[in-house]
């Protein structure tokens, strides 16, 4: 039996015509290539190579095995071709999902250095209201889904992937946005814009100011925080927005200002229960959570900088 280093020699051999020309074509040391040819053709019984002026010619009574090593090493060419392709993640796609406030801007950050290590990576993105999340890995249309919410649902597994704060979000000249910070209490004696406290989302913005005992009273309603900061650029009120969906925005129209109330919130990555998120989905919800978690800290120590 020979094993796949002593068949790479057995070839080196055969294609050199030499001793000296294995170890050139092995990058080792010609005694450590005479040595294993002996033991080889030792164990095997037979001799591989007749020494003709110097040569090294294949022995006529071992031509069947001369052939069988060729197909062997062109199917180990083909394997570590195939590996090569995998690891670039050639004739791959990554289909995944994300809700609204972390696929504006930090999807598109963990695709990038995702990008970089899978050059040919091919990827399938779906933006997904959370109502919509489940539908989407139960069916097999994605891997996974970067969640703002927890949901309680027997098929499908949540796994924490970052923690983000909530910001109040003005136009630069509002009389809010040089303030070092602003409490629930001053933020709603201004006209606010925000996504309705019954949606999943919208239902994280409003816990501060139930917290407090405060009404929250929208005047515009949007689904997404995209929308509701291009509102509050048009000067149309302000807006309690989550950090992620705030790393993003236009600061020459736009400040993001600090709540002085703990806002803290979990998000998630969900994927059906019992399954394995492949190597590039795993990849991917490491990326990810890293970004999140690095634009959250950022956030936290210009907060933190601002009340120095």
């Avoid at 070092?180 to 606010?192: C, D, F, G, M, N």
């Avoid at 919800?285 to 634009?295: A, I």
């Amino acid at each position: 039996m020979l094993t796949l280093k002593q068949i790479e020699i057995v070839r080196a051999v055969m294609v050199s015509g030499s001793i000296a020309g294995a170890a050139r074509l092995l990058n080792v040391s010609q005694p450590g290539i005479s040595r294993a040819m002996k033991h080889i053709e030792g164990s095997l019984g037979i001799r591989l190579f007749n020494r003709e002026a110097g040569r090294y010619v294949p022995a006529p009574e071992a031509g069947a095995i001369f052939s069988q090593i060729q197909e062997i090493h062109q199917q180990v060419a083909n394997l570590q071709e195939a590996v090569g392709r995998l690891e670039r993640g050639k004739e791959v796609e990554l289909r995944i999902g994300s809700v609204p406030s972390i696929a504006q801007g930090m999807m598109p950050r963990a695709i990038a250095a995702l990008r970089r290590r899978y050059a040919d990576l091919r990827m399938n993105v779906e933006i997904l209201k959370i109502e919509e999340a489940i539908d989407y890995i139960l069916i097999g249309r994605g891997e996974c889904v970067a969640m703002s919410y927890r949901l309680d649902h027997p098929s499908i597994r949540f796994e924490p992937l970052a923690s983000g704060h909530l910001v109040c979000v003005t136009p630069t000249g509002h009389p809010l946005a040089q303030r070092r910070s602003v409490s629930a209490r001053e933020i709603v004696a201004h006209p606010l814009i925000g996504i309705e406290p019954t949606d999943p989302y919208g239902r994280i913005m409003a816990e501060i100011f139930e917290r407090e005992s405060l009404p929250y009273d929208v005047i515009i309603k949007a689904r997404f925080g995209s929308t509701v900061a291009a509102l509050v650029a048009q000067g149309l009120g302000i807006a309690v927005l989550d950090v992620f969906t705030a790393a993003d925005l236009p600061r020459d129209r736009l400040a993001v200002v600090p709540i002085a109330e703990n806002t803290r919130f979990e998000t998630f990555v969900a994927s059906r229960a019992g399954a394995v998120l492949s190597s590039f989905a795993q990849r991917f919800v490491e990326d990810l959570g890293r970004e999140m978690t690095s634009v959250a800290a950022a956030q936290a120590g210009d907060t933190h900088n601002t009340k120095a």
